[in-house]
T-cell receptor
Framework: QQQVKQSPQSLIVQKGGISIINCAYE??????FPWYQQFPGKGPALLIA?????SEKKEGRFTISFNKSAKQFSLHIMDSQPGDSATYFC????????????FGPGTSLSVIP | DADVTQTPRNRITKTGKRIMLECSQT?????MYWYRQDPGLGLRLIYY???????NKGEISDGYSVSRQAQAKFSLSLESAIPNQTALYFC??????????????FGPGTRLTVL
């Protein structure tokens, strides 16, 4: 049983377009939602994160939208670039056990020229 | 130099062999983790350690063991490797200290193939 669901599994976007990756969770005790970016041959690295007290967080071209009532959150990449091509993982953790980060299955993003 | 290093980066072994994957970190973090990555399954936690004296099982610890030799070193062992342990393995660290973020810092990974 996957505690954090993620879609799509893969995504192809043209350069300059918007990439959207969606995630959903069941456990309402989760209160920290990070996104990790992984380039081929590298380990994942934190990209951006949000807590449920805000509905949106923006850092440059990357925005997290959070819908607490629907238990869903999404990553939007504006003006997608070939350098954004990577695997993206959404994740969730809770205050009582921040050490246990639950990762989604990942989305492979390809941005084509 | 990388903050979190893993050795070896690639390993091919045979069924039944014992193998150890090593992780070292220079970040000074207390917490260390071992994850396994499989296509379509994301990252799954194998073991984690809060400090040298504290080891905890994760989601998929069966068939694995760990050793925290020092604050900076955390190794993962497969006592008798089997083909379904073929995967990409990542070590990660995080900071337990006051004012710490919730960020996990990952090493570059070890690609393990069990024939």
């Amino acid at each position: 049983q996957q505690q954090v669901k993620q879609s799509p599994q893969s995504l192809i976007v043209q350069k300059g377009g918007i990439s959207i990756i969606n995630c959903a969770y069941e456990n309402t005790a989760f209160d920290y939602f990070p996104w990790y970016q992984q380039f081929p041959g590298k380990g994942p690295a934190l990209l951006i994160a949000i807590r449920p007290d805000v509905s949106e967080k923006k850092e440059g071209r990357f925005t997290i939208s959070f819908n607490k009532s629907a238990k869903q959150f999404s990553l939007h990449i504006m003006d997608s670039q070939p350098g954004d091509s990577a695997t993206y993982f959404c994740a969730a953790s809770m205050k009582t056990s921040y050490d246990k980060v639950i990762f989604g299955p990942g989305t492979s993003l390809s941005v084509i020229p | 130099d990388a903050d979190v290093t893993q050795t070896p980066r690639n390993r091919i072994t045979k069924t039944g062999k014992r193998i150890m994957l090593e992780c070292s970190q220079t970040k000074g973090h207390d917490r260390m983790y071992w994850y396994r990555q499989d296509p379509g399954l994301g990252l799954r936690l194998i073991y984690y350690s809060f400090d040298v004296k504290d080891i905890n099982k994760g989601e998929i610890s069966d068939g694995y063991s760990v050793s925290r030799q020092a604050q900076a070193k955390f190794s993962l062992s497969l006592e008798s490797a089997i083909p379904n342990q073929t995967a990409l393995y990542f070590c990660a660290t995080s900071d337990l200290g006051a004012g710490a973020s919730d960020t996990q810092y990952f090493g570059p990974g070890t690609r393990l193939t069990v024939l």
